[in-house]
């Protein structure tokens, strides 16, 4: 017997059986076992060994072309009544699901090996973790999952100690498009995903477990799993206040995690501490606070983009132990992508590199690297309790319409806005402009049950004794008349969460608007911006009958989760769209440096 838990043990056999494995290896998370483990993938050609002097403890791994990023159309959550997955997800009946996707998994392993990976998501010893094991015949899923969550020996003692785990199985199969399905059971705890080697499909701790399931484990417990960074601001007083935030892809999640604050505010002491960019677990504490803890130990971040410009602390943190996943390399045998300096000459797909081809490195190429070689990693990311939440915000990107920051009134309104988040497409990236694709809470792709459910849950935390953190939207990516962004971005962000711990200490009054408070003159500090006040202007500009428009459109939106959207949700929408009518043609105000 390899466990002490009869469960876990009797599930491991059954998995077994059904897939055929040569040889079953039970993971204790060392590090002998990962230098056994890329030993064996430089020799098998799963991995390529990088430029050791540059990049010390770094190898490239290149997936199959056809499996290069998550697949949603083959992503179910099977509940056993289809209105509860809701209309945010796709849906199977579990006994057909199992009996579909066990048909692949039948005998799957022959001649390989299955790896058990038990794993802790959250800190070993904090109450918020979760933990779970990964069954899989993949050693690149094993190594990512020992960067990527707490796994080994110490989880497997806790699992056994407290009885209980989500199960996931896993298998590349064949790598065909085909033959490909990622089935979530939330009522089972349990995963199944065939077909995929690549991360969010394969590293079932992440996406799978960390959202779909832990949401429906976070709604039966009374807490919230979401796709949020947490990030510490330090003042020069040297207060933190923490702040949890949720964006759509390609709105700078893991740029704001790892922010670098512009010259003026380090001079002056302010520091920025990353605790987590992709995913956030909250509870309630005995305070009333919201205290939260990143459940993932690493970072699975997307490597183009990332430059000395745009995420200098996330270049130093995958200089050395790093696996990266379809770049591209060069002549000195270095990992490269798009923005970074040098020459590719071998491109993701081990081709010579020829631009006929497309880019050189896949753009959802990414790098796997342990949290704590962050520059600005906080040793707050182990604290068992979490850390308190002085704001929750949310963000999408909006060339017009939505103002540069805006606070919420309520909780109530504040879950109203996380509702209505989402970006607008470009001509460069869909063939069509201005298509709004509403991102609710940033979790469309990850909620494991019925949105309007989820909606609710959020509600339920607005209790009597709470002292609920103050909610906020930002946009960073607002145009102005000239089509040029308005906002700098990168570190100056950080005058907008300036701006929000203002107010979260009382110390600035705001300006009240029908959509939310907004700076009043003079509340933005941008001393040491070539930001033109005027632009400013521009920034926090309310235009009251796009807005009247927009409220419509929420209400459609929200339409589509009846019968099951809270009522408090939709008066809230008629709320807003109510203080609207009436209101002046634009609100303009200006805020200029004190």
Sequence with gaps: MVSKLAALERWVNDAAALTRPATIHWCDGSEAEYQSLIRQMLQTGDLVELNQQTHPGCYLHRSNPADVARV????????????????????????????????????????????????????????????????????YVVANMRIMTRMGAAAQERIEREGHFVKGLHSIGELDPERRFIMHFPEELTIKSYGSGYGGNALLGKKCHALRIASNQARDEGWMAEHMLIVGIENPAGKTHYVAAA?????????????????????????????????????????????????????????????????????????????????????????????????PVTDWQGRPYDPANGPAAHPNSRFTVSAKQCPTWSDKAEDAQGVPLSAIMFGGRRPSLLPLVMEARDWTHGVL???????????????????????????????????????????????????????????WFRKGSDGKFLWPGFGDNLRVLEWMIGRVEGALGGLETPIGILPADGELRLDGTKVDPTRIDELLDVDVAAWQEELAAIGTYLDSFEPRLPERLRQEQQRVAAALVGGTERTRRAATAP
């Design 72 to 139: 949603e159309h083959l992503t179910f959550v099977c509940h056993s009544q289809q209105q509860d997955s809701g209309p945010n997800n796709h849906w199977m009946a579990p006994a057909e699901a199992h009996a579909k996707i066990d048909a692949l998994f039948d005998g799957c392993m022959a001649g390989r090996t299955m790896y058990v990976i038990p794993y802790c998501m959250g800190p070993i010893d904090s109450p918020l973790a979760r933990c779970g094991v990964e069954i899989t015949d993949s050693p």
């Design 247 to 343: 964006f759509p892809s390609a709105c700078g999640k893991t740029n704001l995690a790892m922010l670098i604050p512009p010259e003026g505010y380090r001079r002056d002491g302010w520091k920025v501490w990353t605790i987590g960019d992709d995913i956030c677990w909250m509870r309630p504490g005995a305070d009333g606070r919201l205290y939260a803890i990143n459940p993932e130990a690493g970072f699975f971040g997307v490597a183009p983009g990332t430059s000395t410009s745009t995420n200098s602390n996330a270049l130093k943190s995958i200089s050395s132990n790093t696996i990266f996943t379809n770049v591209a390399v060069t002549a000195d045998n270095q990992p490269w992508w798009e923005g970074l300096p040098g020459t």
């Design 417 to 475: 806005m996380g509702a209505a988040m989402g970006s607008e497409t470009t001509a460069a990236a869909t063939g069509a402009v201005g298509v709004l694709r509403r991102d609710s809470m940033a979790m469309k792709p990850f909620c494991g049950y019925h949105y309007g459910d989820y909606f609710a849950h959020w509600l339920s935390f607005d209790q009597p004794a709470a002292k609920l953190p103050k909610v906020f939207h930002v946009n």
